[in-house]
């Protein structure tokens, strides 16, 4: 049996986390791991007054991110996926887990143009269901903010920009490379893609 690892790429707001619940809906036996969900996790219990803790939580989330990764491959279930704006940073550690426990690698690489994903990222920092710790530089448990606009670490159109060019979101990839462009949802259409992978576990 072929092992697939699944890795949704591209930049922030290309809406990877609503095309793998698409996908966990047509494969219900896959493993998904997410590091912003370890993120959201370890603020909660953990917490951070300032941005070096916030930083130094991060980097112990990816710590636990890698190790949740490699036991789901240890396990060999078919298909494991993960969604990220993955980069530079993340691709060599996950092209040595792939090879580590024999996966075959597809990177379903979403993009769109800059100035829709812009307005799609301010729009979700700001709603009220984007977890607090993202757009603060202190958050513990049970802190609010009525007012999102106040948050002290939100991202800003020319920062949003420059870490997408940096990091290189739109150029990543590893093994079989699918692209789809969301710039406009309406017109986008996955079952193609979903078709695929239905296809895959079936061989």
Do not use: C
Not at 28 to 46: H, N, Q
Not at 120 to 149: K, Y
Not at 175 to 193: A, C, R, S
């Amino acid at each position: 049996m072929k092992k697939y690892l699944i890795l949704l790429a591209g930049p922030p707001a290309t809406g990877k986390s609503y095309l793998l619940g698409l996908i966990k809906s047509a494969l219900p036996r896959l493993y998904t791991v997410s590091p912003d969900e370890f993120k959201e996790d370890m603020a909660e219990s953990r917490g951070f007054d300032n941005a070096q803790e916030k930083a130094a939580l991060e980097k112990q989330v990816w710590q636990y991110y890698y190790q949740a990764l490699d036991l789901y491959m240890a396990v060999g279930r078919q298909f494991v996926a993960t969604e990220y704006p993955f980069s530079f940073k993340q691709r060599d550690q996950l092209d040595r887990l792939s090879q580590k426990h024999g996966y075959l690698v597809i990177t379903i690489r979403l993009t769109a143009d800059f100035d829709v994903l812009w307005q799609r990222r301010l729009a979700r920092d700001l709603a009220e269901d984007r977890h607090l710790s993202f757009v603060m530089t202190h958050f513990h448990h049970g802190d609010t903010l009525s007012d999102r606009h106040l948050a002290d670490d939100l991202i800003t159109k020319e920062g949003f920009q420059k870490i997408i060019e940096d990091r290189k979101y739109n150029d990543f990839s590893l093994g079989t490379l699918y692209e789809i462009d969301v710039t406009d949802f309406t017109k986008v259409n996955y079952q193609p893609l979903i078709a695929k992978l239905v296809k895959l576990s079936q061989e």
